[in-house]
């Protein structure tokens, strides 16, 4: 009965997810591309593939450890990774370019996953964190796929909506999905919901393996010259949505009035949203300007708009200190590593339940600080703005925490090179 509940609704969604992406492709043609394979369209795989899931772009950049490990130990396999959003699948090319043939995951439809299936030929499926897909679940079960999900969790507050979905593939996952938990809460509550014990493994948060360039400091310090931000105070507010622009160009202000010379830098989550803030800053008579059109600041320059894709780890690099954003408003928080690992000293916001673990861990650590609101943010700034020293203390601090978790891409490759192995060898 909860299957056909299940499917009924998910023919009832389908069409109008299809529309939402059609009419959001008027105004940002990104989301016109790859229409056709979210129902399981697209290029057949020369060979039987191994097949990585990434929702978006942070998922797809802590992924990228886990598809260069596989491309060096597997070249003869081709590998395919899917997204969901056009930024995760641009910045997916941008990482691996023709190397990975990058695509949109299907919708949940049976006849959907049976046609992506058909196409993609996975001889195995990893799933980066927790998203549950009843159908190509169920469907990675019925046609002997091994399936992981890796850097798995399940927040305590999941545990219903979990079980209830779980329930539609609940013998795929007592026999066939193999669990690589990022913490032992996580691994249990997985238990909890019918994953097999055996099956079910602690290897920790792939993006605690996230890979920095190894001239990543030289090209920030390059553009902190080329921005006339040498003298200055340079801070980062990256990942923002709607709402914290605001709250950054307020703290900007508010150094500005308390004689601290600092250059912003912000770095909206969503390109369709460039222009609303380029209009934001136009309209607070913010002197502003943007990359995507070559632009440079000047002493005078008080933001600089970063409507460019794949540069924001240049600019933690380059900074003093850092605001991650959806974090003051409720999306969840996104990557805090980033500038951890980098040794850039770090703010947040309340709203961090997307990785409640690490963001505690680093604040725990005194690595990150954490705020409320946007008046908050600009106390904390101004703060990390007069203390040096304390800038560096805490950027060694979130360097060190995350060199301590390092490891978990070993652990996950040690689970899945035996699957891998066994997919390789002809059927008996």
Known sequence: MMRLVYLLAIYLLAPIAWLALAWRGLRDPSYR?????????????AAPSIWVHAVSVGEVQAASSLVQALRARYPHIPLTLTTVTP?????????????????????????????????????????LETELWPNLYRGCGTRGIPLVLASARISPRSVGRYRMLASLFRETLSHGIVIAA??????ERFRAIGANPAKTHVVGNIKFDLELPADIRERGARRRAEHSATGRFLWVAGSTHEGEEE???????????????????????????????????AARGVRSVRRSIGGFAGPDTQVLLLDTLGELMEWYAAADAAFVGGSLVPVGGHNLLEPAALAVATVTGPHVFNAEDIATALVAEGAVEQVQDA???????LRLARDAAGRERRGRLGQALVERNRGTLQRLMALLEPLVSASERPAP
């Open 87 to 127: 930024t995760g699948a641009a910045r997916a090319r941008a990482l691996f370019g023709d190397r990975v043939d990058v695509r949109y995951v299907p919708y949940d439809l049976p006849g959907s996953v049976r046609r992506f299936f058909e196409r993609v030929k996975p001889r195995v499926a990893v799933i």
């Open 182 to 187: 990022q913490g032992e809460g996580d691994a």
């Open 375 to 381: 008046a908050g943010l600009a106390d904390a700034m």
């Open 33 to 45: 591309q790859g229409l056709t394979q979210r129902f399981g369209f697209g290029p057949a795989s």
């Open 247 to 281: 709250a950054a160009i307020a703290a900007q202000a508010a150094l500005a009035k308390a004689g601290v010379p600092n250059l912003l830098v912000i770095a909206p989550r969503h390109p369709p949203r460039f222009g609303a803030v380029a209009d934001l800053l």
